[in-house]
């Protein structure tokens, strides 16, 4: 029998300018040998937009290519891919690695965007519409999270001109200057935050997966605990693929040659047997 392998990736953004894939194929070599490929949310945008004709062909022709590279698939969903799947969350490995996009660890979902406002209110009124105690179940919070997402509509990823994309990138990331320190803030905290969700919601896992704030990396917390964040496919930031077999969890980064996403040498290597052990860095 054919050694399994599972291929975690998260924030593809396809469809979008930003994007480093401008055709789907450009991903195939690194779905080469991958058993089980799990996209973890925001793999288009499927949000209310001016080009609703667009938002559907990027669905489907996401759909077709990964059921024809790797017929075992799965898709959770991200704040911006809200209605692409019905699963939120993903538990592998025996339990051992939790998967999720990330935005539920944040109470505004985007902290560092012009809707975290909007978006406060609407999950506000979301949970006070619900029983007190739904509010920290995992399901029933993501659930209420998905809700909320696929009501705020698209910004600049709608935008067909290149130039006016780049414009309006800026505008909604960097301006004013206290949105980047909220960025750099929420790069700071997303971490601890993986964390303590986890610690809450999955308090047997030794792995939490997450993508959503676009910084790749690898933390580990006092109680032997590893965050590792898939990074996105979209620059500045690089991205990073996990992968799974029935013994070993691997990071490896994400490379482009020739216009190809391929996975790299790996950065870091950590037994699933072993709860707590220290990962075998790679040089």
Known sequence: MAAQLTRIISDLHFGEHACRIGRLPQLSPLLEGVTH?????????????????????TREAVRAFFSREVADTTFLTGNHDADFSDRHFLDLAR?????????????????????????????AAEFKARPAHLRHDLAHRLAAFRRVAIQVPQRHQSE???????????VDTVWPPQRMLRVVHTW??????????????????????????????IWR??????AINTGSFCPPLRGQCVDLTDTTLTVRPVEY?????????????????????????VP
Do not use: C
């Open 37 to 57: 490929a799990v996209l973890n949310g925001d793999s288009l945008d499927t949000r209310p937009g001016p080009r609703p004709a667009h938002t559907s062909e």
């Open 160 to 170: 067909t001109n290149r130039l006016k994309y780049a414009l309006h990138y800026l």
């Open 221 to 226: 917390g006092r109680n032997g605990l590893v």
């Open 95 to 123: 339990g051992a690695v939790f998967i999720t996009h990330g935005d539920v660890f944040f109470d505004d979902m985007v902290p560092w965007s012009q809707d975290a406002p909007h978006i406060r209110r609407l999950l």
């Open 188 to 217: 700071h905290i997303a971490p601890r935050l993986a964390m303590e969700h986890t610690q809450r919601h999955r308090p047997r896992a030794h792995f939490v997966i997450s993508g959503h704030t676009h910084r790749p990396g």
């Open 257 to 281: 040659r020739r216009g190809e996403a391929r996975p790299g040498a790996p950065i870091a290597e950590f037994p699933l047997a072993e709860s707590g052990s220290f990962p075998k860095t």
